[in-house]
């Protein structure tokens, strides 16, 4: 069991920064290619980035590249996703979300290939 908690979301204009948070408990947090998505309102979860378990491999959507970047620091269990040059569009919960080392592939761009989510955090971008 992987517990996932979120934090760093909020309030922000156009054009500034937020970095979010991830801090995983539980079992090994190296076992786990670590990934971000959102949700809008009345929209399905989506895809953002995607980081492997040691950090060397990251795949992030075009929409988002080049603005988000996504790391981890496996000695302190997090998973970070720094937001710059925010667009209203950004406006969702934000999940982070947990892939085995196990699974075929290691990356999926689909909620079903992640085992464990955190509860989210709101990110709210005004213009």
């Known amino acids: 069991q992987v517990q996932l908690v979120e934090s760093g979301g909020g309030l922000v204009q156009a054009g500034g920064s937020l970095r979010l948070s991830c801090a995983a408990s539980?079992?090994?947090?190296?076992?786990?290619?670590m990934a971000w998505f959102r949700q809008a309102a009345g929209k399905e979860r989506e895809f953002v980035s995607i980081i492997s378990w040691n950090g060397d491999n990251t795949y992030t959507v075009d929409s988002v590249k080049g603005r988000f970047t996504i790391s981890r620091d496996n000695a302190k269990n997090t998973v970070y996703l720094q937001m710059n040059s925010l667009k209203t569009e950004d406006t969702a919960v934000y999940y982070c979300?947990?892939?085995?080392?196990?699974?075929?592939?290691?990356?999926?761009?689909?909620?079903?290939?992640?085992?464990?989510w955190g509860q989210g955090t709101q990110v709210t971008v005004s213009s």
């Open positions: 979300a947990a892939r085995s080392v196990r699974s075929v592939g290691w990356y999926s761009l689909s909620v079903e290939g992640y085992r464990y």
């Open positions: 539980g079992r090994s947090f190296s076992n786990y290619h």
